[in-house]
Nanobody, 119 residues
Framework: VQLQASGGGLVQAGGSLRLSCAASGSIFSINVMGWYRQAPGQKRESVATITSDGRTNYVDSVKGRFTISRDNAKKTVFLQMNSLKPEDTAVYYC??????????????WGQGTLVTVSS
C-alpha cells in the first residue's frame, strides 16, 4: 500500500492550507487515518486522526483550527489547516491503517510534505 501526500507549502501566519493523502494498492478496508508532524529537532507528534466511523481526535494545539476528514471511496484523508501559526511549521506525514485484500493488515506512511508558516 502506497500513500501520496500533497498540499504543503509556504503560507503567512493566519493563512490556510489543505493537505491531502491518497492511498493506493490492494486495499480491502481502511480503519484509522491520521496526520502527524515533526518539527526540526522535535519528536513526531500526532496532529489528528479519524476512524472508519468518523470519530476524530486532535492534539490540543490545533483544536478549533484544523479539521481532518476522509473520502472513503477515494481512499483519501484531508487536513484543512486554518489560522496557521509559525509553530505549525513542520513536515506533515499521513498514516493509514487497514486491511489488504490478502487479509494482511497494513500501516503505511506517506513521504511527508513540508508546511512552512512565516510570521
Amino acid at each position: 500500500v502506497q500513500l501520496q501526500a500533497s498540499g504543503g507549502g509556504l503560507v503567512q501566519a493566519g493563512g490556510s492550507l489543505r493537505l491531502s493523502c491518497a492511498a493506493s494498492g490492494s486495499i480491502f478496508s481502511i480503519n484509522v487515518m491520521g496526520w502527524y508532524r515533526q518539527a526540526p529537532g522535535q519528536k513526531r507528534e500526532s496532529v489528528a486522526t479519524i476512524t472508519s466511523d468518523g470519530r476524530t481526535n486532535y492534539v490540543d494545539s490545533v483544536k478549533g483550527r484544523f479539521t481532518i476528514s476522509r473520502d472513503n471511496a477515494k481512499k483519501t484523508v484531508f487536513l484543512q489547516m486554518n489560522s496557521l501559526k509559525p509553530e505549525d511549521t513542520a513536515v506533515y506525514y499521513c498514516s493509514i491503517q487497514g486491511l489488504q485484500k490478502s487479509w494482511r493488515t497494513f500501516d503505511s506512511w506517506g513521504q511527508g510534505t513540508l508546511v512552512t508558516v512565516s510570521s
